[in-house]
């Protein structure tokens, strides 16, 4: 006993979850603490360690506060690991002399990197990715080299890729001995549309290599594989797994597995009593847990026992979620259930990059796992589907396809029982959060996590967090407000009433009148889009609160070179119109493809060169597509009955007419259309926000489909309608949407979350029971007839033109750093 006889606990290791024990125990004050860290600096977060390449410092990264170890009175030893631990005296010796005695003593000695034995592994240039010191000298070392490889193609491997890829390293190189990346967390089919979507993305990818030795006089020159191929680089990082360190746990003579870790028992107490294993160096029913969410649960079952409690370690969940160079992958159960233990369903999109798996029971009921890859917005639901064994819908398929229809309103997170384990990294459920809303009034994330601490860990359950909070809320019966932003304390909706109602034009007043602080990049795009949705005003002139599409009137391109994507309304041209386009392509040198939204896009422009593309098509009758802007699209069509031997009515013209009609008017996110001649379908007009196919009758109307990575089918909002009345509904239905959806919202979303759903749309449209009908369709035809071509604006002003230049100080000179390849023809950016 020691410090006013309070009994000292000494903690060995100052990683994550060392530093979460202390937070655990530290606030009983019931003991004194005393911890050893082997690294100079306090606990980071190793969890968003690649970040430290994108600009956040070691201090961003710092779990602790300036100061907190001095005010929770917690001894700190940095730099000063332990070398030895007397059992039988309870004292441990560090390498800078001190003896410290214990009356529990914790080993959170974490892991270390998994080096393979390999000819040449001491070579200049050979790193591991394990600390910051680790990336403060792969960071000297990238800066002397053009060439670089990573071995390994897990977790930790393909982030070690994404810091080479930060570093400016052109297409690093991944080594993976398995004949597939990720093949602990993923399934084949799964891997395969990751290693695409990478490949894509620059990286060179090795799978079933064997490393036999790292060759080079004194410093790496290349890897010689087992298959007597040779592949010359000049730094390796080695990211091939993780050992745990029970070294010091060994010298004790503590029990530990045949193949490494601590053994430990369910109250994670070592071969000593006293003595305790937490994290990536304990083993527990066989198993070693490399996840943070584990780490932290062992951390809080010792605090939770040395302080009176019951508390048991049975195990955890390893379903996991995580952005891969900007791809998502996740899976959660059991992602390799096959046939015929249960049935399977996939959907893969080859194209964009999607392969999505979930595995059900032979019975259908339940959710057993699966895999998401390139898009995993679903992963939470599903994960809480399977720990909860939720019945599904009748059509399971629903819940990676976003068929609202089939999913059923069980699928909700209010269904979820109360104690669901939401956020995993802290261990908080549903029924502590909705209690945080009902008891504590924490209604917004940022008091959720000084509530309850929920999402302050990875972050992946927020999006989770968000909808149980608006969902407790609704429960409470609150006002549940999506406010914009902190900068903002009302919602979209709120802010365009607001700015109708005082006439306001500009984002300064907006801000003065509504508003605080300087504005971000949240709420400056989503006022510029009230704005624009209000008064119709070219949106390049409110060019300093514009992402840099709006600010150019154009998508810029990998590479960064512009599009150039002019209207085509109905997707009808004629041959003059044609041959414009040609002579412009051949003039700049531009790409040419036929879009899916039938009209043609040139890419390849250099910015400075815009306004006199556009002179040229705008000159020929031309005018902006806004295929950079929240906007209208295209309004696709079928030939209809103009040439069409099936079709009922002129589609092409109703087309045009539609297109031209709503041409230009900003929304919360993008518009697309469909007018089809007949029931064929031929311009899936049933995939767009809305779409009209001919009847005998008349038209039938559909609104709120999408296409995209989660494709929802439009619904029926009216039937047999003409011309007339078609346009109507479609006035009223637009400007419902304009003023009420949420930013980068579309409307099937919109639709989804709208209490009563197509009823309640279909009442309000067709039936007018708000009364805003003829307000609605005066507001739409304002904006109609104050339509203006935002590039002829740009072309015809010359203080506008003089902002489309790369050097502000060499007007005329272009972007030296764009540079292309030859392609079928044509020209096209060259890889990164």
Same mark, same amino acid.
């Given at each position: 006993?020691?410090?006013?006889?309070?009994?000292?606990?000494?903690?060995?290791?100052?990683?994550?979850?060392?530093?979460?024990?202390?937070?655990?125990?530290?606030?009983?004050?019931?003991?004194?603490?005393?911890?050893?860290?082997?690294?100079?600096?306090?606990?980071?977060?190793?969890?968003?360690?690649?970040?430290?390449?994108?600009?956040?410092?070691?201090?961003?990264?710092?779990?602790?506060?300036?100061?907190?170890?001095?005010?929770?009175?917690?001894?700190?030893?940095?730099?000063?690991?332990?070398?030895?631990?007397?059992?039988?005296?309870?004292?441990?010796?560090?390498?800078?002399?001190?003896?410290?005695?214990?009356?529990?003593?914790?080993?959170?000695?974490?892991?270390?990197?998994?080096?393979?034995?390999?000819?040449?592994?001491?070579?200049?240039?050979?790193?591991?990715?394990?600390?910051?010191?680790?990336?403060?000298?792969?960071?000297?070392?990238?800066?002397?080299?053009?060439?670089?490889?990573?071995?390994?193609?897990?977790?930790?491997?393909?982030?070690?890729?994404?810091?080479?890829?930060?570093?400016?390293?052109?297409?690093?190189?991944?080594?993976?001995?398995?004949?597939?990346?990720?093949?602990?967390?993923?399934?084949?089919?799964?891997?395969?549309?990751?290693?695409?979507?990478?490949?894509?993305?620059?990286?060179?990818?090795?799978?079933?290599?064997?490393?036999?030795?790292?060759?080079?006089?004194?410093?790496?020159?290349?890897?010689?594989?087992?298959?007597?191929?040779?592949?010359?680089?000049?730094?390796?990082?080695?990211?091939?797994?993780?050992?745990?360190?029970?070294?010091?746990?060994?010298?004790?003579?503590?029990?530990?597995?045949?193949?490494?870790?601590?053994?430990?028992?369910?109250?994670?107490?070592?071969?000593?009593?006293?003595?305790?294993?937490?994290?990536?160096?304990?083993?527990?029913?066989?198993?070693?847990?490399?996840?943070?969410?584990?780490?932290?649960?062992?951390?809080?079952?010792?605090?939770?026992?040395?302080?009176?409690?019951?508390?048991?370690?049975?195990?955890?969940?390893?379903?996991?979620?995580?952005?891969?160079?900007?791809?998502?992958?996740?899976?959660?159960?059991?992602?390799?259930?096959?046939?015929?233990?249960?049935?399977?369903?996939?959907?893969?999109?080859?194209?964009?990059?999607?392969?999505?798996?979930?595995?059900?029971?032979?019975?259908?009921?339940?959710?057993?796992?699966?895999?998401?890859?390139?898009?995993?917005?679903?992963?939470?639901?599903?994960?809480?589907?399977?720990?909860?064994?939720?019945?599904?819908?009748?059509?399971?398929?629903?819940?990676?396809?976003?068929?609202?229809?089939?999913?059923?309103?069980?699928?909700?997170?209010?269904?979820?029982?109360?104690?669901?384990?939401?956020?995993?990294?802290?261990?908080?459920?549903?029924?502590?959060?909705?209690?945080?809303?009902?008891?504590?009034?924490?209604?917004?994330?940022?008091?959720?996590?000084?509530?309850?601490?929920?999402?302050?860990?990875?972050?992946?359950?927020?999006?989770?967090?968000?909808?149980?909070?608006?969902?407790?809320?609704?429960?409470?019966?609150?006002?549940?407000?999506?406010?914009?932003?902190?900068?903002?304390?009302?919602?979209?909706?709120?802010?365009?009433?607001?700015?109708?109602?005082?006439?306001?034009?500009?984002?300064?007043?907006?801000?003065?009148?509504?508003?605080?602080?300087?504005?971000?990049?949240?709420?400056?795009?989503?006022?510029?889009?009230?704005?624009?949705?209000?008064?119709?005003?070219?949106?390049?002139?409110?060019?300093?609160?514009?992402?840099?599409?709006?600010?150019?009137?154009?998508?810029?391109?990998?590479?960064?070179?512009?599009?150039?994507?002019?209207?085509?309304?109905?997707?009808?041209?004629?041959?003059? #119109?044609?041959?414009?386009?040609?002579?412009?392509? *051949?003039?700049? &040198? @531009? %790409?040419?493809?036929?879009? +899916? /939204?039938? !009209?043609?896009?040139?890419?390849?422009?250099?910015?400075?060169?815009?306004?006199?593309?556009?002179?040229?098509?705008?000159?020929?009758?031309?005018?902006?597509?806004?295929?950079?802007?929240?906007?209208?699209?295209?309004?696709?069509?079928?030939?209809?009955?103009?040439?069409?031997?099936?079709?009922?009515?002129?589609?092409?013209?109703?087309?045009?007419?539609?297109?031209?009609?709503?041409?230009?008017?900003?929304?919360?996110?993008?518009?697309?259309?469909?007018?089809?001649?007949?029931?064929?379908?031929?311009?899936?007009?049933?995939? #767009?926000?809305?779409?009209?196919?001919?009847?005998? *009758?008349?038209? &039938? @109307? %559909?609104?709120?489909?999408? +296409? /995209?990575? !989660?494709?929802?089918?439009?619904?029926?909002?009216?039937?047999?309608?003409?011309?007339?009345?078609?346009?109507?509904?479609?006035?009223?239905?637009?400007?419902?949407?304009?003023?009420?959806?949420?930013?980068?919202?579309?409307?099937?979303?919109?639709?989804?979350?709208?209490?009563?759903?197509?009823?309640?749309?279909?009442?309000?449209?067709?039936?007018?029971?708000?009364?805003?009908?003829?307000?609605?369709?005066?507001?739409?035809?304002?904006?109609?007839?104050?339509?203006?071509?935002?590039?002829?604006?740009?072309?015809?002003?010359?203080?506008?033109?003089?902002?489309?230049?790369?050097?502000?100080?060499?007007?005329?000179?272009?972007?030296?750093?764009?540079?292309?390849?030859?392609?079928?023809?044509?020209?096209?950016?060259?890889?990164?």
């Amino acid at each position: 006993m020691s410090n006013g006889n309070l009994p000292v606990v000494v903690v060995i290791g100052n990683g994550m979850v060392g530093h979460r024990f202390c937070e655990k125990l530290r606030t009983a004050g019931l003991f004194h603490i005393v911890v050893f860290g082997e690294e100079p600096r306090p606990a980071y977060d190793r969890v968003h360690l690649s970040e430290y390449f994108n600009g956040r410092s070691a201090a961003d990264l710092s779990l602790p506060m300036t100061g907190w170890f001095e005010e929770e009175e917690i001894v700190l030893h940095l730099g000063d690991p332990v070398r030895e631990i007397d059992r039988q005296r309870q004292v441990v010796h560090s390498g800078k002399g001190i003896s410290q005695h214990y009356d529990h003593l914790v080993l959170a000695t974490g892991s270390s990197p998994f080096v393979p034995d390999i000819n040449g592994i001491e070579k200049q240039g050979v790193f591991v990715y394990r600390t910051i010191d680790d990336l403060d000298r792969i960071k000297a070392y990238a800066s002397t080299v053009r060439s670089g490889a990573v071995m390994g193609g897990g977790l930790l491997g393909l982030e070690a890729a994404k810091a080479l890829l930060d570093l400016g390293i052109p297409n690093p190189h991944v080594i993976e001995f398995a004949p597939r990346l990720m093949p602990r967390q993923i399934d084949s089919a799964g891997s395969h549309t990751l290693e695409a979507s990478l490949r894509q993305l620059g990286l060179q990818l090795h799978l079933n290599k064997v490393t036999q030795s790292i060759e080079g006089s004194h410093r790496v020159e290349a890897l010689q594989f087992a298959d007597e191929s040779r592949l010359p680089v000049e730094m390796l990082v080695i990211s091939a797994g993780i050992r745990p360190r029970d070294e010091l746990a060994r010298l004790a003579g503590l029990s530990v597995g045949t193949r490494g870790g601590i053994l430990v028992n369910e109250k994670l107490q070592t071969s000593d009593k006293n003595i305790y294993a937490i994290g990536e160096c304990a083993l527990s029913q066989g198993m070693i847990y490399g996840l943070v969410a584990p780490g932290y649960e062992m951390a809080d079952v010792v605090a939770t026992n040395l302080l009176g409690a019951n508390k048991s370690f049975t195990g955890w969940d390893m379903s996991t979620k995580l952005k891969l160079i900007g791809v998502d992958v996740a899976s959660f159960g059991d992602p390799f259930a096959a046939e015929p233990d249960c049935g399977t369903i996939v959907f893969e999109d080859r194209h964009k990059g999607i392969y999505k798996r979930i595995n059900v029971s032979r019975d259908g009921q339940y959710l057993v796992g699966g895999v998401l890859i390139g898009d995993a917005a679903a992963y939470n639901l599903l994960l809480q589907t399977v720990n909860n064994r939720l019945v599904l819908p009748a059509d399971p398929a629903a819940l990676i396809l976003g068929n609202r229809e089939s999913a059923g309103e069980g699928a909700g997170v209010m269904n979820l029982p109360d104690e669901a384990l939401i956020c995993s990294c802290e261990s908080v459920t549903k029924a502590a959060i909705c209690g945080a809303v009902a008891e504590k009034d924490a209604t917004t994330i940022d008091a959720m996590k000084k509530c309850t601490r929920a999402g302050t860990g990875c972050g992946g359950c927020i999006p989770l967090v968000k909808d149980l909070i608006a969902g407790a809320m609704k429960a409470e019966g609150l006002y549940v407000r999506n406010i914009v932003c902190e900068h903002f304390e009302h919602s979209r909706q709120e802010l365009f009433d607001l700015v109708k109602l005082h006439d306001v034009r500009t984002y300064n007043e907006v801000l003065v009148r509504w508003g605080k602080g300087d504005g971000c990049e949240v709420c400056k795009p989503v006022v510029a889009s009230i704005l624009a949705s209000l008064w119709n005003e070219p949106i390049v002139k409110q060019a300093t609160i514009q992402d840099s599409n709006d600010r150019y009137l154009a998508n810029i391109q990998k590479g960064g070179s512009y599009s150039v994507v002019p209207r085509i309304p109905g997707g009808e041209i004629t041959p003059d #119109k044609l041959i414009v386009l040609g002579k412009v392509a *051949k003039k700049y &040198n @531009l %790409y040419t493809k036929i879009t +899916g /939204g039938q !009209r043609i896009d040139l890419f390849g422009a250099h910015v400075g060169d815009l306004p006199a593309i556009w002179e040229e098509l705008i000159d020929a009758g031309f005018e902006s597509g806004h295929a950079y802007g929240k906007a209208l699209r295209t309004v696709k069509s079928c030939v209809g009955s103009t040439w069409c031997r099936f079709g009922l009515h002129d589609s092409v013209s109703f087309a045009i007419e539609i297109e031209e009609r709503y041409r230009g008017i900003r929304a919360p996110h993008k518009l697309k259309g469909g007018v089809s001649g007949c029931i064929r379908e031929c311009a899936e007009a049933q995939s #767009k926000d809305f779409g009209i196919i001919a009847t005998e *009758k008349g038209w &039938n @109307l %559909y609104v709120c489909g999408n +296409g /995209g990575s !989660r494709p929802q089918h439009a619904q029926l909002l009216a039937v047999d309608i003409d011309k007339a009345a078609c346009i109507q509904y479609l006035d009223r239905f637009l400007m419902f949407y304009i003023r009420t959806a949420d930013p980068l919202t579309r409307t099937a979303t919109w639709l989804d979350k709208m209490d009563g759903g197509i009823s309640y749309l279909k009442n309000v449209v067709i039936n007018d029971s708000l009364g805003m009908g003829q307000q609605w369709e005066e507001e739409m035809q304002g904006l109609v007839d104050s339509y203006k071509c935002e590039w002829k604006e740009v072309v015809d002003d010359p203080e506008l033109r003089k902002r489309f230049t790369h050097f502000v100080n060499a007007p005329r000179k272009k972007d030296p750093q764009l540079q292309f390849d030859a392609m079928r023809g044509q020209t096209k950016a060259k890889e990164w």
